[in-house]
């Protein structure tokens, strides 16, 4: 995985560190320990590992080949196949930066965790960073939705766009929560 810079979540799934799409070969990763950043970095990893497990369940990798890229036209399936994946727990923990958001704009100069309810959010559909906001971290001792809100914003890495005359943010968490399991 490339390092962006030290405000990287690094995905740690029970001490390996992985690339390319392969396995586990051994070797974690590590992350400054200041309580609120560590509390935030837990819940992210337990809901990478939480939604690597509900990406198993072909009902939850159903939700890939059900949406399109509009850019493209292609099903996110074939968009994750096209960047050399083809199991999407593996995209989701290998191909997807992970990124403290709290202080982050986004492209119109907003501030996304500023905003209510707003756990994470990626600034364009189709870029492959997803911005964690603080409040992410009240999900630690929840993987099961943390690994919801994970599996929503991997969708929009691959291309999903949401608002407008697309689906609410809203709309895509109850997709994934009723294909993968809330």
Same mark, same amino acid.
Request: net charge negative.
């Given at each position: 995985?490339?390092?962006?810079?030290?405000?990287?979540?690094?995905?740690?799934?029970?001490?390996?560190?992985?690339?390319?799409?392969?396995?586990?070969?051994?070797?974690?990763?590590?992350?400054?320990?200041?309580?609120?950043?560590?509390?935030?970095?837990?819940?992210?990893?337990?809901?990478? %590992?939480?939604?690597?497990?509900?990406?198993?369940?072909?009902? #939850?990798?159903?939700?890939?080949? %059900?949406?399109?890229?509009?850019?493209?036209?292609?099903?996110?399936?074939?968009?994750?196949?096209?960047?050399?994946?083809? @199991?999407?727990?593996?995209?989701?923990?290998?191909?997807?930066?992970?990124?403290?958001?709290?202080?982050?704009?986004?492209?119109?100069?907003?501030?996304? #965790?500023?905003?209510?309810?707003?756990?994470?959010?990626?600034?364009?559909?189709?870029?492959?960073?997803?911005?964690? #906001? @603080?409040?992410?971290?009240?999900?630690?001792?929840?993987?099961?939705?943390?690994?919801?809100?994970?599996?929503?914003?991997?969708?929009?890495?691959?291309?999903?766009?949401?608002?407008?005359?697309?689906?609410?943010?809203?709309?895509?968490?109850?997709?994934? %929560?009723?294909?993968?399991?809330?």
């Amino acid at each position: 995985m490339t390092i962006l810079d030290t405000t990287c979540f690094y995905f740690d799934g029970g001490g390996g560190s992985t690339s390319g799409g392969g396995t586990s070969s051994g070797g974690g990763s590590s992350y400054p320990t200041n309580s609120t950043t560590g509390t935030k970095t837990q819940a992210v990893n337990n809901g990478l %590992q939480s939604a690597r497990t509900k990406l198993q369940n072909q009902q #939850c990798r159903d939700l890939l080949t %059900q949406f399109t890229n509009p850019a493209t036209g292609t099903t996110l399936f074939n968009v994750m196949q096209q960047r050399g994946y083809s @199991d999407p727990g593996a995209y989701i923990t290998q191909a997807v930066y992970y990124k403290d958001g709290q202080s982050h704009a986004d492209m119109n100069g907003g501030y996304p #965790c500023s905003t209510g309810g707003v756990y994470a959010w990626v600034a364009q559909p189709g870029l492959t960073t997803v911005w964690v #906001c @603080d409040r992410f971290k009240d999900l630690a001792g929840t993987a099961g939705l943390a690994a919801d809100y994970l599996i929503h914003e991997m969708l929009h890495t691959l291309g999903l766009p949401e608002g407008g005359n697309n689906l609410t943010s809203d709309q895509i968490t109850n997709m994934v %929560q009723a294909a993968c399991g809330a």
